[in-house]
DNA sequence: TCCTCCCGCCAGCAC
DNA sequence: GTGCTGGCGGGAGGA
């Protein structure tokens, strides 16, 4: 039993045709979220990507995205057709740390701060010795064979020179446009295979995103969208009771909306939004926290509240805005309780309480909230 | 209008 | 031949 996805899915399934689409419930990094949630847990050793598709409710298409970029940072491997083995968010650090050796013996020990040349449009400024990190998409790649000129276009290749960028230079913040320069490299490259690039970029930058890996931001001088890199240092995600209200925010936010249900957010009226309101209210949200009070896994590696099981968990702010919180949470989840048809989804939505449960107890030293069952 | 990025076509490849 | 994989770009939603 599959969700209704697609918005022609949605059209043709009895349940949810009057649910109108909404293509930011259908996002890579909202669908990376879920697909770690629904992974993230004890005793998942492999994961079978039909079994994925069906429980997400996508097509395979959008998972092989998902599992391409996971892999890359190490969290899956393939392991062979159609299946992956789980590695954990404890793989990430030494994926990282590979990268970045990789990527410091590819462009050399010469000048790695070219941060702002690149923070300025000036394509021509852009720093040399980035050009080792690029693709194959130089005009002479068609002297490369097609296999190894597809693979070196791959989406998980893309993403592990993306995250070079941040980790070999000192580059705070890159906006996406020169990211797909920087690794187009310096041969001839049309404003079309840029614009390709830069489409394959948003797909990265989504899933990163919603794993905290970047966040998107604005480079300060130009105001152009860009990317921070926050890495192994992320602050965690961490679930706020306001942003399960209808969000204010302009910003973006992935995280913890359980399905991917076509549902209209944002241009319906009110009677309209409260009859669809359940599947978009857990929303996530960054809380500034200070420093000394952060807990890290493994090596370094800040969880949030859906983290895995054996990982260390988050404090969270002062004690008043905790009990506020779980207050409105209380509040919020007693009206607008989820009804979920699918077993895969009420099994997902389970995983979501109790890490909320085991969180909260950790950090307002409380016992468990009774939220819903 | 421009930015963002979902969607599915279709080519390459493995079996 | 069939199914898996995933690059690619059209085009629509959103700001």
């Not at 689409?21 to 949630?37: H, M, T, V």
């Not at 993230?40 to 998972?63: N, Q």
């Not at 989840?333 to 077993?343: F, G, I, V």
């Not at 989804?345 to 409380?366: I, P, R, T």
């Amino acid at each position: 039993m599959a969700l209704p996805y697609a918005h022609t899915a949605a059209a043709t399934d009895s349940g949810s045709k009057d649910i109108p689409y909404c293509r930011k419930q259908k996002s890579l990094g909202l669908l990376c979220s879920n697909f770690l949630s629904l992974y993230d847990r004890d005793g998942v050793e492999t994961i079978g990507l039909d079994d994925a598709a069906s429980k997400l409710g996508v097509e395979r298409r959008r998972i092989y995205d998902i599992v391409n970029v996971l892999e890359s940072v190490g969290i899956l491997t393939r392991k062979e057709k159609n299946r992956y083995t789980w590695k954990g968010f404890a793989a990430i650090p030494k994926a990282l740390e590979g990268l970045k050796k990789e990527g410091l013996r590819d462009i050399g020990p010469a000048d790695t701060s070219c941060s702002e040349k690149i923070s300025d449009d000036e394509e021509d400024e852009m720093c040399s010795d980035m050009n080792s990190l690029s693709q194959n998409d130089r005009s002479d790649s068609s002297s490369v064979p097609k296999r190894d000129s597809r693979k070196e276009k791959s989406l998980g290749l893309l993403t592990q020179n993306f995250v070079k960028l941040f980790l070999c230079t000192d580059m705070d913040m890159i906006s996406l446009d020169d990211a797909a320069k920087l690794l187009l490299g310096d041969g001839k490259h049309t404003s079309m295979t840029t614009r390709t690039k830069v489409r394959r970029l948003y797909d990265i930058a989504n899933v990163l995103s919603s794993m905290n890996f970047i966040e998107k931001t604005h480079h300060p001088e130009t105001r152009k969208p860009a990317f921070r890199w926050l890495g192994l240092n992320g602050k965690p995600v961490t679930i706020s009771a306001d942003s399960l209200l209808l969000s204010d925010s302009k910003k973006r936010v992935f995280g913890t909306d359980l399905t991917n249900a076509a549902t209209k957010r944002l241009k319906v009226d009110d009677d309209t939004f409260l009859a669809v309101k359940p599947h978009n209210q857990v929303r996530v949200k960054q809380e500034n926290e200070n420093e000394d009070d952060r807990i890290t896994a493994g090596k370094g590696y800040q969880f949030g509240p859906f983290a895995p099981a054996n990982a260390p968990k988050v404090v969270g702010d002062s004690h008043d805005e905790k009990e506020k919180q779980a207050v409105d949470w209380e509040s919020l989840a007693s009206s607008y309780k989820p009804q979920y048809h699918n077993q895969a989804l009420k099994d997902l939505f389970s995983h979501f309480q109790e890490a909320w449960k085991s969180w909260y107890a950790e950090v307002a030293g409380k016992g468990p909230i009774q939220l819903m069952s």
